[in-house]
């Protein structure tokens, strides 16, 4: 069992950035590939960015890329989401979520993932 917990969220203006982090326990993250996710008002739940094992793969969705950084420490069981040029339409809760995987390979899809954390919200005024 791996528990997920998000922090990092918050209200800033448009423009801004915040720093979304993803503590892991339970056991090591090595072994999964990991995910964030995010889910607007009124909206199903979106993929934003992923990451493979070992990092040396990364994917985004064309709706952040450039603008939005996925990194991950094993060693601190955390993994991290850098956003930057933040817009009113990134407001969303956003979600982390492991994929126990045995291959380097990033993953897109929600039904891919195993563990979901409980989300922080991000809000981003105009």
């Known amino acids: 069992q791996v528990q997920l917990v998000e922090s990092g969220g918050g209200l800033v203006q448009a423009g801004g950035s915040l720093r979304l982090s993803c503590a892991a326990s339970?056991?090591?993250?090595?072994?999964?590939?990991m995910g964030w996710f995010r889910q607007a008002p009124g909206k199903e739940r979106e993929f934003v960015a992923g990451?493979?094992?070992?990092?040396?793969?990364?994917y985004y969705a064309d709706s952040v890329k450039g603008r939005f950084t996925i990194s991950r420490d094993n060693a601190k069981i955390t993994v991290y989401l850098q956003t930057n040029s933040l817009k009113p339409e990134d407001t969303a809760v956003y979600y982390c979520?492991?994929?126990?995987?045995?291959?380097?390979?990033?993953?897109?899809?929600?039904?891919?993932?195993?563990?979901w954390g409980q989300g922080t919200q991000v809000t981003v005024s105009s």
């Open positions: 979520a492991a994929s126990f995987i045995y291959s380097e390979v990033v993953r897109a899809t929600e039904s891919s993932y195993d563990y």
């Open positions: 990451i493979s094992r070992s990092g040396g793969s990364i």
């Open positions: 339970g056991r090591t993250l090595s072994n999964y590939a």
